[in-house]
């Protein structure tokens, strides 16, 4: 495969890191000379392949990380692909603490890129589950069921937008909390937008 170009967008993002630069820049080099399309999403570098998402660059406090957007399909031979959280049900993460691990790993990163064109080429999907397989909050039913409008309009919204909204509402451990968060996201669902929208 041949090196694709950089985005300008994505160097000015990387000129502004300070924190995981040097990694970032390794990993940048091994995505792009995977042939993959250089994006700007979500505030990090997104490598694409005909506009769909293969792998996303991200940076943490304690780690920087590859996220496979289909990881979940992927074979992960070395055993290296984290979930980041029981909720995360397609992606997958490769997790770095330094440069040098980077550097290490070049040939098994490039053949988990290239694994992951492959699950995309192939047309592979996940099975997500159904937002009526999510717990559903006592605290949001009840005011489903008080205010017709607002399950109409949470009904509205797309599967993921709603899965969203009771992940929010279900990771409260009080009662009280979680009443907290319906009342305060009511009025977005009412106009019809998610909860990070």
């Avoid at 937002?131 to 008080?146: G, I, N, V, W």
Wanted: charged share 30%; with cysteine.
């Amino acid at each position: 495969m041949t090196a694709t170009h950089m985005n300008p967008k994505v160097d000015d993002c990387l000129s502004k890191v300070e924190k995981w630069r040097e990694e970032f820049e390794r990993l940048r080099a091994i995505i792009l000379d995977c042939g993959l399309t250089e994006e700007l999403k979500w505030g990090w570098p997104c490598y694409t392949l005909d506009k769909a998402n293969i792998v996303l660059m991200h940076g943490f406090k304690e780690y920087c990380a590859l996220l496979f957007f289909k990881g979940a399909l992927m074979k992960d031979t070395n055993g290296i692909l984290v979930q980041q959280t029981e909720n995360v049900q397609a992606g997958r993460q490769i997790r770095f603490a330094g440069a040098h691990e980077i550097a290490q790993m070049e040939p098994i990163l490039k053949a988990y890129i290239r694994e992951a064109v492959e699950v995309e080429k192939a047309g592979l999907k996940m099975e997500f589950r159904k937002t009526s397989e999510f717990a559903m909050p006592e605290e949001f039913q009840a005011k489903l069921d008080e205010i017709p409008a607002l399950k109409t309009a949470f009904e509205a919204l797309t599967p993921g937008r709603q899965r969203a909204y009771l992940l929010h509402f279900s990771s409260a451990k009080q009662s009280r909390t979680r009443e907290a968060r319906v009342e305060k996201c009511m009025p977005r669902i009412l106009d019809g937008k998610g909860l990070d929208d």
